[in-house]
């Protein structure tokens, strides 16, 4: 989630909109690896994308503000 957000402002600061296509790689492929590698299962963008999103940055509020330890 920080990696997307500095891409993000990478991309509109510089005006190189083009890199915002790399956020679903950024904001998922990450994810993915970890499910289908290491956890051995199937994450819950392919069912339920939005639902997934919305939870990744309310994981990120929560590790940001204290409540979710690093």
């Known amino acids: 989630s920080t990696l997307v957000l500095f891409v993000i402002g990478v991309a509109v600061l510089k005006s190189q909109y083009p ?4 956020l679903p790689v950024i904001g998922y492929g990450f994810a993915w690896v970890g499910h289908f590698f290491f956890e051995k299962n199937r994450p819950a963008t392919f069912k339920h994308p939005f639902y997934s999103l919305w939870a990744d940055w309310v994981m990120f509020k929560d590790m940001l503000i204290g409540k979710i330890k690093w």
């Open 19 to 22: 890199l915002l296509w790399l």
